[in-house]
């Protein structure tokens, strides 16, 4: 949460054409099930509530971050935008720095019991000086890559958030790898334990990233033990929180870190919306069906068109909860939030994170930061806004998950937002 995202993509201008239709790359080999080698593992949701905002979780992405470390005996990979988890802890306790310290410890903690910690970020810059990871990698704690990621994709940015540990157990989802994720920023995502399968699965994409860092320039096809082991045609198949079934697969953006079998994250999404028939509520920070950084900015209507033909021709009931904050590109957003909301069965809201109660605030904080959809039939969880930018150009990754329980639950977490005293009609802005 930087004002560098914005100079980061704004500087490294998009190259790369936009890739159309669902398909999972290049299926010519069948994949190999794994079915029963996860039949006891546990999925949680983890959510960052802002200081002094009344909500509250029962996993907090700080309490599931320390839980992952805590409990790491071998490995701990790190697939992340960037890392500032200690520049808080010269504010106030109020602010909630705290937070932060106290995974930079875990990590370092983990380190002296012997685990191997592997960290792959985007390159820093002068504006983003990589601090703490070059303090984790001074003191031995941890190997650290960065990843020159415009000049390996012709734009974009790593932006994804993952964290794998003893291929056993994962973290993905919204939350950046800051004290302010933490404490001052909305965030959700997956917590998954002690399920080998789709971890090694997760793994797999962290992986891409560590070696991507070491490549000058990225392979035509990546190598066969990058390969998907699960998909949108054939899932995981989990027995998680007792006896539940779930089924669910890993998605990938961009296009050019899709391995065979890999179905592409946009894909992923367009595709749960076109499979919805009843409901479809989107909580995303930024929406627009055009691309936010090039020059000029053009229009991209692929998930648009998914959500209007839901809508319009199907009847299903689509509620979506947008981001407002200080830096809300107003030239573009509001114009499509407003167009939708005139749909026929689409509801559009502002959400927004009040200022802390005092002085001075966290610059860039305060903001709904969550990226995810809960249709009647399944969940989305993921890293990135929904613009051609993050899915054609940035790194990130998404789990799509089908089952009844764990919908029920990421719908209740939208409800209670929607019906927040949070939100805002859309034609306040
Ligand atoms: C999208 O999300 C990032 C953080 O994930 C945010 O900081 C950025 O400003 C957002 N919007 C755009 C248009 O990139
Ligand atoms: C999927 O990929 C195959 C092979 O590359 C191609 O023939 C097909 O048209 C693609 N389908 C879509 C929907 O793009
Ligand atoms: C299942 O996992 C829990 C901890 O996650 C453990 O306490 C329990 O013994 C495990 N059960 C089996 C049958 O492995
Ligand atoms: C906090 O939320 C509860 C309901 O969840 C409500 O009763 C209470 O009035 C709220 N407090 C404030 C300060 O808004
Ligand atoms: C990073 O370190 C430099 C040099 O020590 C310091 O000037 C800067 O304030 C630090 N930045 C952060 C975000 O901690
Ligand atoms: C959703 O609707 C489509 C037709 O629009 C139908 O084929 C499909 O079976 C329905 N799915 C469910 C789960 O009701
Ligand atoms: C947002 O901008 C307003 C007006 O400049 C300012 O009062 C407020 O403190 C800012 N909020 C944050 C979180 O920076
Ligand atoms: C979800 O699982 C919990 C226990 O794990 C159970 O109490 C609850 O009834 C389930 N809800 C649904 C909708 O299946």
Redesign the pocket.
């Known amino acids: 949460m930087k004002s560098t995202i914005l100079t980061i993509a704004l500087m490294g201008i998009l190259l790369i054409s936009a890739s159309?239709?669902?398909?999972?790359?290049?299926s010519t080999h069948k994949i190999k099930l794994q079915d029963g080698s996860c039949d006891n593992g546990s999925i949680s949701i983890a959510e960052s509530i802002p200081l002094f905002l009344n909500f509250s979780t029962p996993l907090s992405t700080h309490q599931a971050w320390l839980n992952l470390i805590n409990n790491a005996v071998e490995s701990i990979d790190m697939g992340i935008f960037y890392m500032t988890l200690t520049d808080g802890s010269s504010l106030p306790s109020e602010y909630g720095g705290q937070l932060g310290m106290d995974i930079f410890k875990a990590l370092i903690e983990a380190h002296s019991r012997g685990v191997k910690i592997r960290i792959v970020q985007n390159q820093p810059s002068a504006s983003m000086p990589a601090n703490d990871t070059n303090a984790l990698a001074n003191m031995g704690a941890a190997e650290v890559r960065s990843i020159n990621w415009a000049k390996l994709v012709g734009g974009g940015i790593l932006h994804t958030k993952v964290i794998v540990v003893d291929q056993m157990n994962v973290y993905l989802g919204s939350a950046n790898c800051d004290w302010r994720s933490l404490a001052q920023v909305k965030e959700l995502g997956v917590v998954i334990e002690n399920c080998k399968d789709i971890v090694e699965d997760t793994q797999r994409a962290f992986e891409q990233y560590w070696d991507a860092a070491a490549m000058t320039t990225l392979p035509k096809e990546w190598p066969m033990k990058d390969d998907a082991k699960y998909n949108s045609k054939d899932m995981a198949k989990l027995i998680l929180n007792g006896d539940q079934v779930y089924n669910m697969f890993l998605a990938v953006s961009p296009p050019k870190f899709m391995s065979r079998h890999r179905t592409g994250d946009v894909d992923a999404l367009v595709a749960a919306i076109n499979a919805a028939n009843k409901t479809v509520c989107i909580s995303v920070m930024d929406y627009a069906p055009t691309s936010f950084y090039n020059r000029p900015n053009f229009y991209w209507p692929l998930i648009d068109d998914a959500i209007r033909s839901a809508a319009f021709n199907r009847n299903v009931k689509v509620r979506m909860l947008v981001s407002h904050w200080n830096h809300t590109n107003s030239k573009i957003i509001p114009q499509f939030l407003h167009s939708l909301n005139e749909v026929k069965n689409v509801q559009v809201r502002w959400f927004v994170v009040p200022d802390l109660p005092f002085n001075p605030q966290v610059p860039y904080t305060r903001v709904n930061h969550a990226k995810y959809m809960v249709t009647e039939q399944q969940s989305y969880v993921g890293t990135s806004n929904w613009s051609w930018d993050y899915f054609t150009n940035t790194g990130g990754l998404s789990y799509n998950i089908f089952n009844a329980n764990f919908t029920s639950q990421l719908q209740s977490i939208f409800d209670r937002d929607w019906n927040s005293e949070y939100t805002y009609p859309i034609n306040r802005w």
């Open positions: 159309n239709g669902i398909n999972v790359s290049g």
